[in-house]
């Protein structure tokens, strides 16, 4: 009804409600009226008054309460006329509205409570007293009736003003009404049950006392009679009438207002537990009914929304987890296939090295039966040397073999009957003296009944044959091996079991897992002590499987290591053959390894004929290598030796090599580190240092480099070319020494260089100002012919002037006496060094040139692969080697194909903007490297976090000739090729120069490259193909 009412009236609503409820008002306030009469025994004019001025005032209150709710709801009536009109709300109005509306009907009770009783009781108990000559007791019997009538009225408005606004507060949130109840203050009901409940007992208190009153005056007066007991009677039952009827209507609203909402709240809740999130409870007041429901609402919604995030997250975790399982089956079959290629690769080569190792192993052994009885102790101990290690690589490659046999599934069983004690014990003795030469006691505990199997012989011997060795390689001199065997009972059947066991560092726990891998080894750092390929271990885990049996270890960190392997015993076949010893792996070959085959000791100090001769100090932990070396070098120089890096840097306190070559990987101290260390002192920072070993990466030679080291040898290497490189860096450091002896020469010749540069570059200047890029080609191409020819006269005939200073110094040494022939030498040596200086010159001079001819005549490169990554680390290694000052580099390389065609020339393009950024950046400055494929363009990023570039320099960049720099340190030629190179590529590049919000400077040049026109080809055909 209530809801009806609201849709019709709309913008009247407030002066509907208000009607509504005081028509209940005006009907209880009559109700008091005729309870009055009835109950007072007043004269009859005072009753004809009474009544005239009660409906009066009833009229009065009810025109002034009208206005009065008018005022309190300004802008609930705005809004309801808005509503009414069409108009939408805004946020703001909805929200006071919808305040107005809830605090309306406990305003509204305070003012009428203080304005009807203003206006109806009081007005009409003063004239009563003033116009009639009444007692007290009728007064304030009147007044009781009449307040307490009041009362009851105004608690029904204020009823039913909180019944009607709640249809208005749910439409004005319904429409955007927002509104906190949390700020609100609390509407108790337990204050509101007990005010309903006190007024009804207060009310029917005053009627009966105000009846039983009257009564009581009546008796005193004398006047009582049958017609007043029969009244009484009749004004009890009234009374009694009345208060129950009060009480139902109270109680029954009371009951209606809590069980509706509780009601409305239980639905909403079998809604919720029925799955559907998106219903929502009413809740338009502030009590405790209202506060559970919103709190209810809140959690529906939260709720609501953990199951949306719930659902999205479990599709996303589905995608992700199908995408990785797919991501995850590719890469495993990769992951497989380059396993095959790489057994098969294994395979193969050592097949094909076995040929050319049987072509040095037999001429070794020939040559060494030839010079056994010559007493030329030094060749029979370089061919021990050479035998000894042929052997070693003869061993990797059967174990190499062996395994790619095992990994292709292609390995066989021989089987015949084997004794593992014969095995053991002829492996014991055959590793006996080498293992006594460290110092170490080699012991056989072998089981007295051990039964004969049908086994593989040769693939026993080899497990045994690596347990063996690792045992004696890790165990540190005077310590003890134990090698046992046994045969234990197994429910399954007797078993076979072989230990070794030693007493060398051990194994920790976290290292276990690793020790049975192939191609692992439990220190891979560079400064390991033990060396080795790591397929020992592996490749007897899988012979022993191969034979049905199980291999595990025993170890403590500190105090040793257990290994063993178990095999199933099976009994002999009749036409079984007795295994001949192992010819598989002769004595020689067996442990190999561990033979000594040195020719010096460790701190080997050699001295040649010549006392003056450069010192070079050897710093390598594999003597054999040290004494090789030693061999290849002791004739020319002076050698001392140093076990590893560690005991280099003790050595340097008493020597000072002219110097160094150190291996990289070393126990203590590896080759990088003691290369460091040397350059970081003074009086060495200047000495050569050679890195040599075994890994020949390009990421090594760049690590080995940037740490300090002059030049980087690999192994294998030539005698001669080590002592040319030798040579090539004495020279050097010779030339070093006599370049601070001339350095006063050099600088006026600097000067002299710098001025003249500066001409160039302000004569250049002038002529790109005046001409043309089309005539500055034509006039470059020119210059560059005409200074090519004269500087070709030069270049050319500095060698052949160096020719002719050597055979006319030779010619004047054997001429001339030993006296003359010294100052002649010193003569020459000075005709060497100025014909050096031309000849420096006249290279710089033709680099320029070729410059220039790159700018004016730009030829076609030749078409070779490209790969931008290698060629990036090449020219940053370069550029960074110009300053002393440390440089971050930063690397953010995405995936760029290797590209075939004419790309050679971007090396320039790369060095000159790098050289650029690290001559602009000062110390501890940063360049970051970004590569990344955009579409069908390869992009690179070069930024720096130098000073930058002003924009109005930036437009003149590309412009042959222009620079900023001081005059003589560049031509300003190098950005304008590198435009040249790029667009011709079919590419461009861009530069970027700004200071960002932290204020930090910085340039960034932008290059970007076609991809090759063969390659989008090839993608095209195979996303055809997948199609």
């Not at 509907?16 to 008002?25: D, E, I, K, P, V």
């Not at 399982?325 to 094909?352: A, G």
């Not at 891998?517 to 490749?539: I, K, M, N, P, W």
């Not at 590309?958 to 005059?967: G, S, V």
Request: proline share 4%.
């Amino acid at each position: 009804m209530i809801e009806w009412i609201y849709r019709k009236s709309q913008q009247h609503f407030i002066t509907a409600m208000m009607f509504g409820t005081r028509s209940f008002g005006v009907v209880g306030g009559c109700l008091v009226l005729v309870y009055v009469i009835m109950t007072t025994d007043m004269p009859g004019n005072v009753q004809h008054r009474f009544l005239e001025l009660g409906y009066s005032l009833i009229a009065v209150a009810v025109s002034v309460t009208v206005p009065l709710a008018w005022y309190n709801t300004p802008q609930l009536r705005r809004a309801l006329r808005m509503i009414h009109q069409g108009v939408p709300l805004s946020a703001e109005l909805s929200r006071q509205a919808t305040l107005e509306a809830i605090r309306f009907p406990i305003r509204q009770n305070i003012c009428e409570a203080i304005v009807v009783p203003c206006t109806t009781a009081v007005p009409m108990c003063l004239d009563l007293w003033l116009r009639f000559t009444i007692t007290g007791d009728l007064l304030l019997q009147i007044c009781l009736a009449t307040f307490l009538g009041v009362g009851l009225v105004l608690l029904i408005t204020f009823f039913g003003s909180e019944q009607w606004m709640s249809v208005a507060i749910a439409d004005l949130m319904r429409r955007g009404g927002a509104v906190d109840f949390d700020q609100l203050p609390p509407n108790h009901l337990k204050r509101r049950i007990m005010l309903c409940f006190s007024v009804i007992i207060m009310l029917t208190g005053v009627l009966v006392g105000a009846l039983v009153h009257q009564e009581a005056l009546d008796l005193t007066r004398g006047t009582a009679s049958s017609s007043s007991v029969q009244r009484i009677r009749e004004h009890a039952i009234l009374v009694t009438g009345v208060a129950i009827a009060l009480g139902c209507f109270y109680s029954h609203w009371l009951a209606q207002s809590i069980t509706g909402r509780m009601g409305r709240l239980i639905s909403i809740m079998q809604a919720v537990q029925a799955g559907d999130l998106t219903v929502r409870a009413r809740s338009t007041g502030n009590d405790e009914l209202d506060f559970l429901t919103r709190r209810f609402n809140d959690m529906i919604s939260e709720l609501n929304r953990q199951t949306t995030c719930a659902r999205e997250l479990n599709q996303t975790l589905e995608q992700k987890v199908e995408e990785r399982t797919f991501e995850l089956s590719q890469t495993l079959e990769q992951l497989q296939n380059l396993d095959r290629m790489k057994t098969e690769f294994f395979s193969n080569v050592s097949h094909e090295l076995r040929t050319p190792l049987t072509m040095i192993l037999s001429p070794i052994q020939q040559l060494q039966a030839h010079f056994a009885e010559q007493t030329d102790g030094r060749i029979g101990s370089l061919l021990n040397v050479a035998h000894i290690n042929s052997h070693r690589l003869l061993k990797q490659i059967n174990q190499l073999l062996d395994f790619s046999k095992l990994q292709a599934g292609k390995a066989q069983i021989n089987q015949s009957e084997v004794q593992l004690n014969a095995i053991a014990l002829r492996l014991v003795e055959a590793a006996g003296p080498l293992a006594e030469q460290r110092g170490i006691h080699l012991v056989a505990d072998l089981a007295e009944l051990m039964p004969v199997t049908c086994s593989d012989e040769d693939k026993l011997d080899v497990a045994i044959t690596n347990l063996v060795t690792n045992a004696i390689k890790f165990t540190p001199y005077g310590g003890h091996i134990a090698i046992r065997t046994e045969a234990l009972a197994h429910p399954e059947g007797t078993r076979l079991r072989f230990s070794v066991a030693d007493t060398g560092p051990g194994i920790a726990d976290q290292d276990m897992s690793k020790l049975f891998r192939r191609f692992v080894q439990l220190d891979g750092s560079l400064s390991r002590e033990y060396s080795g390929t790591g397929l020992g271990l592996a490749l007897v885990r899988e012979l022993v499987e191969l034979l049905g049996g199980t291999v595990g270890v025993i170890s403590q960190l500190g105090r040793g290591s257990t290994f063993w392997f178990e095999i199933p015993w099976r009994p002999t076949l009749t036409d079984s053959v007795v295994a001949e010893p192992s010819q598989s792996l002769t004595k020689e070959l067996a442990f190999s390894d561990l033979k000594d085959c040195r020719l010096h000791s460790e701190h080997y100090e050699s001295r040649p004929a010549n006392p003056y001769a450069p010192l070079i100090l050897i710093a390598d932990d594999n003597a054999e290598l040290r004494d090789l070396l030693v061999e290849l070098l002791r004739d020319e120089y002076r050698i001392v030796t140093a076990k590893d890096g560690l005991d280099a840097l003790s050595m340097l306190e008493r020597v000072t090599p002219d110097l160094f070559i150190s291996d990289i990987m070393m126990p203590h101290m590896d080759g990088q580190a003691f290369c460091r260390e040397v350059k970081r002192r003074s009086q060495t920072e200047a000495v050569p240092f050679i890195l040599l070993t075994a890994r020949s990466s390009t990421l090594m030679k760049i690590e080995g480099l940037d740490c300090g080291a002059d030049d980087y040898v690999c192994k294998p290497f030539e005698g001669d070319e080590l002592r040319a490189r030798i040579r090539a860096l004495l020279r050097l450091r010779r030339a070093h020494v006599q370049l601070d002896m001339r350095k006063s020469e050099l600088e006026q010749a600097n000067a002299e260089l710098g001025r003249a540069n500066e001409s160039l570059k302000q004569a250049q200047q002038q002529l790109v100002q005046t001409e043309k890029l089309s005539s500055l080609g034509q006039l470059v191409a020119g210059l560059a012919h005409e200074i090519n020819n004269s500087i070709n006269a030069v270049y050319n005939g500095v060698p052949a002037l160096k020719m002719r200073l050597l055979k006319l110094r030779n010619q004047v040494k054997a001429e001339a006496s030993s006296e003359a022939g010294g100052k002649l030498g010193e003569a020459f040596d000075k005709l060497d060094l100025l014909a050096g200086v031309i000849e420096s010159g006249a290279e710089r001079t033709a680099r320029i040139v070729s410059d220039m001819k790159t700018f004016a005549h730009p030829g076609r490169e030749r078409n070779e692969d490209f790969d931008f990554h290698r060629a990036l680390d090449l020219c940053l290694n370069l550029s960074t080697k110009q300053t002393a000052s440390p440089i971050q580099i930063k690397r953010n390389y995405g995936e760029l194909p290797v590209v075939h065609g004419p790309y050679g020339q971007l090396h320039q393009v790369f060095l000159n903007i790098l050289t650029n950024s690290v001559q602009a950046m000062g110390p501890g400055g940063a360049i970051t490297v970004s590569t990344n494929r955009v579409k069908h363009m390869l992009e690179v990023r070069l930024r720096d976090t130098g000073p930058g570039i002003p924009a109005a320099n930036i437009r003149k960049i590309f412009e042959p000739f222009y620079t900023t720099k001081a005059p003589g340190v560049g031509t300003g030629l190098g950005l304008s090729i590198s435009y040249s190179i790029v667009t011709k590529l079919g590419g461009s590049i861009e530069c970027v120069s700004e200071c960002d919000a932290e204020g930090e400077h910085g340039t960034e040049f932008i290059l970007q490259i076609p991809v090759p026109r063969y390659l989008l080809n090839a993608e095209s055909g195979v996303l055809a193909s997948a199609r």
